[in-house]
């Protein structure tokens, strides 16, 4: 399912943002999210400075940080933070299963600034 003009008519704004190791944390609004709907997420506040870049972004519900939903690309490999910016709008989609969900982006955002952070090649090698 895809947004219509790749923006959605529900609108979610972040009530904040956080930085918790390993993940950057937006807080959205209490309610349900239903599965197949697409959502225009908002970020609304500045990333923390002290994030780092490969921090993967997970999304938490009214607060509860008990329960994390990952930010997953249009290709199924979890945002990072160096690929999200404040004030930004992202649409997704909530996918869900028995026991959890994801948001599922409909855009790819990658970014150049994570280029930094990727290896030339695989397999990786060893530092000396």
């Not at 939903?69 to 249009?74: A, M």
């Not at 490999?77 to 649409?91: E, F, K, L, Q, V």
């Not at 299963?97 to 990658?110: A, D, H, M, R």
């Amino acid at each position: 399912m895809s947004c219509p003009n790749k923006l959605c008519n529900k609108f979610i704004f972040s009530e904040s943002v956080t930085f918790t190791s390993p993940n950057l944390l937006i807080d959205i609004p209490a309610g349900s999210y239903n599965n197949g709907q697409c959502y225009c997420l908002v970020i609304g506040q500045s990333i923390p400075t002290d994030t780092t870049i490969a921090a993967q972004v997970g999304i938490t519900i009214g607060g509860d940080t008990t329960t994390i939903y990952p930010l997953l690309n249009c290709n199924c490999t979890n945002a990072s933070a160096c690929d999200i910016s404040p004030r930004g709008i992202y649409p997704c989609v909530v996918r869900t299963n028995i026991q959890s969900g994801v948001f599922k982006l409909v855009n790819n955002i990658s970014c150049c600034n994570c280029n930094s952070n990727a290896a030339p090649s695989i397999p990786i090698p060893a530092e000396a």
